[in-house]
Nanobody
């Protein structure tokens, strides 16, 4: 069993910053990539960002480009999401996910939630105007 645990969510005013953390642990597993997704009330879950460890490629949804930065440590199975200049529309539950299978380069692979095998329970981010 693999456990994925997010932390760092909270309440912040518009324009503020938050740093989300995620750690995966448990039985031995191949960690090929880690990603962040979010789900706002009444909406579908959507891609936020991902990092492919091989080559350290990172991917971002248009909504977060220039404001969000993904980083992490493959050896420690940890990933972070630094979110700056937060907007009320960033309010959502943020989920961390682990991909254990190979995929070529290209955002279409890493932005697809069905490519991820293990998920955390989510952490709430609330941005007030």
């Amino acid at each position: 069993q693999v456990q994925v645990v997010e932390s760092g969510g909270g309440w912040v005013q518009a324009g503020g910053s938050l740093r989300l953390s995620c750690a995966a642990s448990g039985r031995t597993f191949r960690n090929y990539a880690m990603g962040w997704f979010r789900q706002a009330p009444g909406k579908e879950r959507e891609f936020v960002s991902a990092i492919r460890w091989s080559g350290s490629y990172s991917y971002y949804a248009d909504s977060g480009k220039g404001r969000f930065t993904i980083s992490g440590d493959n050896a420690k199975n940890t990933v972070y999401l630094q979110m700056n200049s937060l907007k009320p529309e960033d309010t959502a539950v943020y989920y961390c996910a682990v991909r254990t299978t190979f995929a070529p380069l290209g955002s279409s692979y890493y932005s697809n939630e069905y490519g991820y095998d293990y998920w955390g329970q989510g952490t709430q981010v609330t941005v007030s105007s």
